[in-house]
């Protein structure tokens, strides 16, 4: 499957920002998908995900009650709604796919993902 970012950009502190992630080439509903983060200097780190029907989501908790992810299958697209941005989640933000484990069980390593989009940058100003 091909990941394409976009929606990412400019925010100031407090204001909220929505990156998409759409696919093509394979059957998006059969990959549970993830959101991943990284700064200037910083690993790769995990954000999100959600199951393959969208109905379970885990998140990390340096972003839990402030970033939510939802899909739309029938769209072949993932969001990642950013609320209350901070200076320090500025970073490029990366989707991916993964088929590994049960629906329910969201992936967070990022050699658990097979396919990854080209990343979108969000920067926030204070």
């Known amino acids: 499957v091909q990941l394409v970012e976009s929606g990412g950009g400019l925010a100031q502190a407090g204001c909220p920002l929505r990156p998409s992630c759409a696919a093509s080439?394979?059957?998006?509903?059969?990959?549970?998908m993830g959101w991943f983060g990284q700064a200037p200097g910083k690993a790769r780190e995990f954000v999100g995900g959600?199951?393959?029907?969208?109905?379970?989501?885990y998140y990390a908790g340096f972003v839990k009650d402030r970033f939510t992810i939802s899909r739309d299958n029938a769209k072949v697209t993932m969001y990642l709604h950013m609320n209350s941005l901070k200076p320090e989640d500025a970073a490029v933000y990366y989707c991916?796919?993964?088929?590994?484990?049960?629906?329910?069980?969201?992936?967070?390593?990022?050699?658990?993902?097979?396919?990854w989009g080209q990343g979108t940058q969000v920067t926030v100003s204070s």
């Open positions: 991916a796919a993964s088929e590994s484990g049960t629906d329910f069980n969201i992936p967070t390593r990022t050699y658990l993902y097979k396919s």
């Open positions: 959600i199951s393959r029907s969208g109905e379970t989501t």
């Open positions: 080439g394979r059957i998006f509903s059969n990959y549970k």
